[in-house]
Nanobody
Framework: VQLVESGGGLVQPGGSLRLSCAAS????????LSWYRQAHGKERELVAR????????YYVDSVQGRFTISRDNRKNTAYLQMNSLNSEDSAVYYC?????WGQGTQVIVSP
């Protein structure tokens, strides 16, 4: 099981980023896929989840309406579209599925 995140970077408040989570060694669509984030000095928190069976989604309240989780089964890749970013969204973002974790991708929201 291998997961590789990408797409993080520096963005101004109000901006957007799309994170990717590429899976290898297993079929991503068979598993629930979650995005977590960990800000400096804080605990890792669940941000969003897409459920394998139904395709339904869950978002933590703080990102509801701004973030969208999705997956492309042909590419075995999941995404997190993040809009209207603010400083509170600055963190290292991780994807989690099939018992595995990626290495994380850092998002910095700053003027």
């Amino acid at each position: 099981v291998q997961l590789v995140e990408s797409g993080g970077g520096l963005v101004q408040p109000g901006g957007s980023l799309r994170l990717s989570c590429a899976a290898s060694g297993f079929t991503l669509r068979w598993y629930d896929l979650s995005w977590y984030r960990q800000a400096h000095g804080k605990e890792r928190e669940l941000v969003a989840r897409i459920f394998s069976a139904s395709g339904s989604t869950y978002y933590v309240d703080s990102v509801q309406g701004r973030f969208t989780i999705s997956r492309d089964n042909r590419k075995n890749t999941a995404y997190l579209q993040m809009n209207s970013l603010n400083s509170e969204d600055s963190a290292v973002y991780y994807c989690n599925a099939g018992g595995g974790w990626g290495q994380g991708t850092q998002v910095i929201v700053s003027p």
